[in-house]
């Protein structure tokens, strides 16, 4: 996406061009939200399943069921 501010393929209008960067700061937004869940066990705290063996799956695994059960209600809202 960041080379199409840079290429000059098509004329860009100032509208197009906002609407850009905004998809640009989502993204990279978007990018970092996927950061959260291993940097929470980075973290000097006590936190559930700490001891576990498998602490990181567990907690990539409930990310990803929270997530999907997202994109299901945004679906049947007719939102995505």
Do not use: C
Not at 39 to 51: A, E, T, V, W
């Amino acid at each position: 996406m960041a080379r199409l501010q840079k290429g000059q393929l098509f004329q860009k209008h100032p509208e197009d061009q906002d609407l850009l960067e905004d998809v640009l700061a989502e993204n990279g937004q978007a990018i970092q939200i996927t950061d959260v869940p291993p940097s929470i066990y980075g973290m000097i705290l006590n936190l559930p399943f700490q001891r576990h063996p498998q602490a990181f799956f567990i907690t990539m695994g409930a990310a990803v069921l929270i997530s999907l059960g997202v994109v299901l209600v945004f679906i049947r809202k007719d939102w995505l």
